[in-house]
């Protein structure tokens, strides 16, 4: 995970991960001497993020959602599967038909405080890279970005497709992006090259029939590092 980081984040860099859950990006990131921001509005997580991370000065703890705009917003817990609870009741009931999430139960819920990503790089300066792993809320929180990032990620899960598309139309109005795709965990690129947009719409629609979830990466052509 490091080494695959380290196309996008470097010493000194601001590195965003939003939705940390229990922060293994943290945890790849300071290898590469990143200063962390993990935001996190789960309390369970956040107690376990702070246990970690708590005492270390280049780690920042936002115990916050992101979305569009500040305020107060309902989350959906999974409580036995944490990992998929959700800002975005549309995205959970659009992914409850499919197969892989029949077991999964959404028993109760929390009102969390919510920011938006220009008031996290307001307070914390702009991020080199920003991960977005939120279920479904994607969306939402490139709606509260103003400014093309150098290079971020957001999670493609093939139940929730449109969703992935919805949130490539917001970045490509931000402009300036070169996409990719790597599958769930793998940390490897599905494509030899960089995609622009309608490239990687044909790769999504590939990928979709398989089931299998991934991350869509964007970078700004000038972006790579050496």
């Known amino acids: 995970m490091v080494r695959f980081f380290r196309e996008f984040i470097g010493p000194g860099d601001v590195a965003f991960d939003v939705g940390a859950h229990v922060g293994s990006r943290v945890s790849a990131w300071r290898k590469l001497d ?9 309390p369970d997580c956040v107690r376990i993020l702070r246990l970690l991370y708590g005492r270390d000065p280049d780690v920042a703890i936002e115990p916050l959602a992101v979305g569009a705009r500040p305020g107060i917003a309902r989350m959906g817990i999974s409580t036995a599967t944490p ?10 009931e659009s992914v409850r038909a ?33 991960k977005i792993d939120v279920e479904g809320f994607e969306v939402d929180v490139l709606k509260g970005l103003s ?35 790597s599958p769930v965990e793998t940390m490897r690129w599905a494509s030899e090259r960089w995609l622009d947009a309608n490239d990687l719409v044909r790769l999504l629609d590939r990928v979709r ?10 970078r700004r052509s000038a972006a790579r590092r050496a």
Do not use: K
């Open 147 to 181: 400014r093309p990032l150098r290079a971020l990620s957001f999670e493609y899960l093939p139940p929730a497709h449109d969703t992935a598309l919805d949130a490539l139309a917001l970045l490509e109005r931000l402009g300036g992006y070169r996409y990719n795709y």
């Open 83 to 92: 990992t998929v609870s959700s800002m975005s009741s549309d995205w959970i």
């Open 34 to 42: 990143a200063r962390v921001v993990a935001v996190e509005p789960q």
């Open 98 to 130: 499919d197969q892989s999430f029949t077991r999964v139960r959404w028993d109760s819920s929390v009102d969390v405080a919510v920011t938006t990503l220009d008031d996290l790089i307001a307070r914390h300066g702009e991020p080199a890279f920003c």
């Open 209 to 218: 029939p398989l089931g299998r979830s991934g991350d869509v990466y964007a």
